[in-house]
C-alpha cells in the first residue's frame, strides 16, 4: 500500500497551484486573506499531508510492529514506507539511519543524552556557533553541566556570517563534536555545511548539524555533506507537529546506547536486564507517531514532486524580492547580510517600533509574522537588540504577498510614530 | 487599527509619564519578560509608607509602556499597603481594553515590578 500522493515533476513552481492545495490559505484574518509569512516557525500543510493522515485514521488505525492483524500489518507498512522515503530524501545510505523523534529539539536532545553522555568525559570540547537556535545550545549546556565538558562558539561577523577563519582554532584536539546550524533561523546565512563538517573531521571531531531551517528548503544530501548526525523537524516541511529525524550514520547510531527505554526498543527482556532492538527501532521507546510519520512521508513525497532545486528557487526569488522592498522601509534595518545568498527569511527591527507592536498590527491586518528572539536569544544580544520581527516565506507565498507586508509596515510605521 | 492600541494606550506610548529616574529612589526594582525581552525598571520614592514619586525606564512594548506609564500616574499618594492588595485587573481596569492572553504578560510586567517592589522582595536581578 503506497501513499498516495499527487506529483508532478520537473516543472516550474506554480504558486497558483500549490496554493490552492493548502485549504488554510482560504482563511480570513481579522476580515483580511491570510498572509501567512511565519513558516520558519511552522509551515502550512496541504490536502495530501491531511488526507494522508485522515486516511490512515479512517482505514488504517492499528499499533505498528505489535499485530498480526491485517490493520496492523497495513499500518507497519505506511509507517516504514514513509521512513524509507525521508531516507531517499535525505540522500540516507538506507531507511535504519532514520529515526523518528518528536521533532528536531528531541533529535539533537538525543544525540547529546546518548552519544554525548557515553562518549564525552572531564576536558572534552563541543563546538557550537553563536548564531544557534536554542535547540542546539540548552541540550549541550545540560551535558556541559554533567560531564564537565568545555562549550565553545564560532563568533557571528556583524553581516551575519559565521567567523570560519576561526575553527583551525576553535577546533582543539579535545573537540569531540561540531554541533551548527545549516541555515540561521534569524539572520538567514546559509553556513558551508560541507566545509565545515570536513574541518571538524581533519580535526578528528563529529560533525552534527541542525537540518531544520535547511531540510524544508534546499537539496540536501547527507552523504554528499558528509555529516555524522542531522536533525530536522517535519512540521517545518508541510509535515505535522510531534514528528521530526534524526539522521545519523548508522555505526555511529549502532555503537550508542538507547536513548529512552520501553517497548519496540528492545529484542528481548528479563527482569533485570534487556538486549536492545537493532536500528531504527532502538531509539523509537513506546508506541511511536505513526499518522505524523505517514503525513511527513506525504509531505516529503510532496516536496520531492515539486523539486526541491525548484523550492529553493522559489525562496530565494521571494526573499530577494523581499529584500528589495524592505529596503525602501524608512527605519527598517535587517538583520545580517544583505547581499549574499540568503535563507527564504528576513528578520528586522523598525526604528523603535517594539517587534510585538509590529507583529500585533500586522496580525489586525491578516498578516502572520514572528516577533521576538525566535529561540536564538544569543544571537539577539551579539547584535545588541533583544528582539526582532521575522518575515519567513515558502513555497505558497509570493510578492503580492510580500507587497501586503511592506504595505503594512507602512501602516505601522504612521501608527505608531508620535 | 487595531482595538487594542486605543487612543489613550497610544497616548501613554508615545509620551511616557514618569520615564526617567528619581535623584534618591528608596526602592529600585528591575525585571524583565523573557518571552519577548521586554525589561523595566521602577524606581520609588517612599514618605511615610506611602509612595511619594515614581520613576520608570526600560524597553517595552506599547502595552508594557503604557501600562508603567498609567501605573506611575496612579501609585503615587498610595500607601504601600494598598498597592499590596492591587491585583492583576487592577492595571487591566487602567489599561481599558481588552488585553488577549498572548499579550497580557506586556500588560502585567509593570505591576509584577511593582508587587516586588511593596512586598520587599529581594530582587533577583541586581
Not at chain 2, 492572553?101 to 520587599?120: E, F, N, T, Y
Amino acid at each position: 500500500m503506497l501513499l498516495d500522493v499527487a506529483v508532478s515533476p520537473d516543472r516550474a513552481i506554480d504558486v497558483e497551484q500549490i496554493r490552492a492545495d493548502f485549504p488554510i490559505l482560504e482563511r480570513r484574518v481579522h476580515e483580511h486573506p491570510l498572509v501567512y509569512l511565519d513558516n520558519a516557525a511552522s509551515s502550512q500543510k496541504p490536502r495530501q499531508v491531511l488526507d494522508a493522515m485522515d486516511r490512515y485514521y479512517r482505514t488504517t488505525n492499528a499499533n505498528v510492529h505489535r499485530g498480526v492483524h491485517t490493520l496492523s500489518e497495513d499500518a507497519t507498512a505506511l509507517y516504514e514506507a514513509a521512513r524509507a522515503r525521508v531516507s531517499e530524501f535525505v540522500g540516507a545510505c538506507c531507511p535504519k539511519e532514520i529515526i523518528w523523534t518528536r521533532n528536531a529539539t528531541e533529535a539533537i536532545n538525543l544525540v547529546a543524552y546518548s552519544w554525548g553522555r557515553a562518549n564525552l568525559g572531564r576536558g572534552d570540547r563541543i563546538l557550537l556557533t553563536e548564531m544557534e537556535h536554542h535547540a542546539n545550545l540548552v541540550p549541550w549546556q545540560i551535558l556541559a553541566a554533567e560531564k564537565e565538558v568545555e562549550l565553545d562558539f564560532v563568533p557571528v561577523a556583524d553581516d551575519g556570517t559565521l567567523k570560519l577563519d576561526r575553527l583551525p582554532k576553535l577546533l582543539t584536539p579535545r573537540t569531540r563534536l561540531f554541533a551548527f546550524t545549516a541555515a540561521s533561523n534569524v539572520v538567514g546565512t546559509l553556513n558551508p555545511v560541507r566545509e565545515m563538517a570536513a574541518a571538524a573531521h581533519k580535526a578528528g571531531a563529529l560533525a552534527l548539524v541542525d537540518g531544520a531551517q535547511s531540510v524544508p528548503h534546499m537539496p540536501v544530501n547527507v552523504q554528499e555533506l558528509d555529516i555524522d548526525f542531522m536533525a530536522f523537524s517535519g512540521h517545518k516541511m508541510l509535515g505535522p507537529t510531534g514528528i521530526g529525524v534524526l539522521w545519523g550514520r548508522r555505526e555511529l547510531l549502532n555503537a550508542m546506547p538507547p536513548f529512552m527505554g520501553g517497548g519496540d526498543m528492545i529484542r528481548e527482556v528479563h527482569l533485570r536486564e534487556s538486549r536492545w532492538n537493532e536500528l531504527p527501532w532502538k531509539f523509537e521507546a513506546g508506541t511511536p507517531a505513526i499518522a505524523e510519520a505517514i503525513g511527513l512521508g506525504a509531505a516529503v513525497s510532496y516536496l520531492a514532486g515539486i523539486g526541491m532545486e525548484a523550492v529553493q528557487a522559489h525562496g530565494r526569488q521571494v526573499v530577494d524580492y523581499a529584500m528589495a522592498r524592505l529596503s525602501e522601509v524608512k527605519g527598517l534595518r535587517i538583520l545580517g547580510a544583505t547581499t549574499n545568498p540568503r535563507g527564504a527569511l528576513v528578520a528586522f527591527t523598525l526604528g523603535e517600533i517594539h517587534p510585538h507592536d509590529i507583529a500585533g498590527a500586522l496580525d489586525s491586518l491578516g498578516i502572520a509574522v514572528r516577533a521576538g528572539h525566535h529561540c536564538a536569544q544569543p544571537l539577539h544580544q551579539r547584535f545588541g537588540i533583544p528582539a526582532s520581527t521575522r518575515a519567513s516565506f515558502y513555497i505558497y507565498n509570493n510578492e503580492a504577498e510580500v507587497d501586503l507586508l511592506v504595505a503594512g509596515l507602512q501602516k505601522v510605521i504612521e501608527f505608531f510614530s508620535s | 487599527m487595531m482595538d487594542l492600541y486605543a487612543e489613550e494606550i497610544l497616548d501613554h506610548y508615545k509620551h511616557p509619564r514618569h520615564f526617567g529616574h528619581l535623584d534618591d529612589p528608596s526602592l529600585t526594582y528591575h525585571d524583565t519578560n523573557p518571552f519577548c525581552g521586554d525589561e523595566i525598571t521602577l524606581e520609588l520614592k517612599i514618605e511615610d509608607d506611602h509612595v511619594a514619586d515614581v520613576a520608570f525606564t526600560g524597553h517595552g512594548c506599547a502595552i508594557s509602556r503604557a501600562a508603567a506609564s498609567m501605573m506611575s500616574e496612579e501609585i503615587i499618594g498610595k500607601s504601600l499597603d494598598e498597592l499590596r492588595a492591587w491585583e492583576k485587573e487592577s492595571i487591566l481596569d487602567l489599561l481599558g481594553v481588552e488585553v488577549g492572553p498572548v499579550r497580557i504578560k506586556c500588560a502585567l510586567l509593570p505591576l509584577k515590578v511593582l508587587k516586588a517592589a511593596v512586598w520587599g522582595l529581594k530582587p533577583e536581578d541586581e
